[in-house]
């Protein structure tokens, strides 16, 4: 027992941490003005999501003839290493423009290659669905399933972190799956993502700029916290674009599940996607604006003084926002802490399978501390390590106040 709590499991700068003083020293992190958690792919699984690897893995499973062809047509370059190297967001970058070179060319496979586009969002969106049955029946939200406890924890203790006075917490994800959105109705916590409205939600960024309040209220609970902003920076399964009106509007779960299980059952390759992906040969166009808007609030929370970002769940293959990680440093009030499963930290030592983590390690700066050793970098172990919410009693506030004057008095 002794041992295990001795055990190294996290990095700031030249300082090892074990697992106590990992937690003091996110509860500390956790009471600065500006904190946001950045999740990945990897933080989904745990409600049911799958890796990008594993959403290849089932592409090449099912639609063998489909991956073939990929690798005849050399959109898989990857392959001369591992099949693992495969990058399916940067893979769909490049068919969407190939589509657009072979519509304009009129090239004879330009049907096949709308079929492989059209199996592989199947298998993204089947992934990002987590559970049908929490999507034909909101009220199964309602009951707190168990597969989204630990999101639910997280949005618990960072909520409850929060200072009188202090800014709601931030999630960032460029996930497409709605764990953050149910776990957060579960326990009847406020989202503000960016869509207004009661039965027509369209976009409009500045509800980023709003937040709650309790009017009747007493005391210091008066300025307590009741919502949360989420930014999610690669699109929604529930975003539904509107050409009409250059906008996007947000749909209820009921309403966008009919029009996934369409696409999902439809051999068409034709039909239009049910969600928004943030394709680069699309970016000028409406999604430009909506993700360019999302993507500036991300920049300028990361440039506010006092600030801490948890990232969780990211495997760190988008050199974009890597880059955008590195240069936030200059941000001298800013704390990155990163959860890096293939991390490995002893006295005196840290290696990292992860080229980008183990060149920000190299820094030694304060300002960064990397969580390893396998399962505690895991999403489920980062949110135990967070403080858990503590009672705000007024009445023993007050007497403790009044016992230091008397104290003073005498």
Sequence with gaps: ?????????????????????????????????????????????????????????????????????????????????????????????????????????????????????????????????????????????????????????????????????????????????????????SINLKVINGFEGLHCRSFSPHSFDLGYRNMLAKGEAKFGIYNIYLVKSHGSLTWQESKEYDTYFELSAQTAWEKIKFFLNSEDSDISLPIIFPFAAKYMQTIGFVLGELFRRFTEFLSRPQTCLIICGFS?????????????????????????????????????????????????????????DKNNAYFESLVTYLPEPALYDEKLEEIKKFLKVLSHER
């Design 1 to 185: 027992m002794e041992k295990t709590a001795k055990k190294i499991i996290a990095i700031r700068g030249n300082h090892l941490l074990n697992k106590e003083k990992l937690k003091a020293h996110l509860a500390a992190l956790l009471r600065l003005e500006n904190i946001g958690v950045f999740l990945g792919n990897g933080a989904s699984t745990v409600a049911g999501s799958k890796l990008f690897r594993e959403i290849w893995e089932n592409f090449v499973q099912n639609y063998p003839e489909e991956h073939n062809w990929l690798k005849k047509q050399n959109f898989l370059p990857e392959l001369k290493y591992s099949e693992k190297d495969v990058n399916v967001e940067d893979l769909l970058d490049n068919i969407e423009i190939a589509l657009k070179e072979w519509q304009r060319a009129g090239n004879q496979e330009l049907n096949k290659l709308k079929k492989v586009r059209h199996c592989l969002y199947k298998e993204i969106i089947k992934a990002a669905i987590l559970k049908e049955e929490w999507w034909e029946n909101p009220e199964k939200i309602l009951e707190g399933p168990h597969e989204l406890s630990y999101h639910r924890i997280l949005l618990q203790r960072l909520v409850a972190s929060r200072q009188p006075g202090q800014t709601p917490p931030w999630i960032f994800t460029t996930n497409y799956d709605l764990a953050i959105e149910w776990a957060a109705e």
């Design 316 to 372: 760190f293959s988008d050199k974009h926002l890597n880059q955008l990680f590195f240069r936030a440093l200059q941000n001298p009030t800013l704390h990155l802490v990163i959860c890096d499963p293939f991390a490995e930290i002893d006295e005196g030592h840290f290696n990292s399978l992860n080229k980008w983590i183990y060149k920000l390690a190299n820094i030694n700066s304060h300002q960064i501390t990397i969580i390893g």
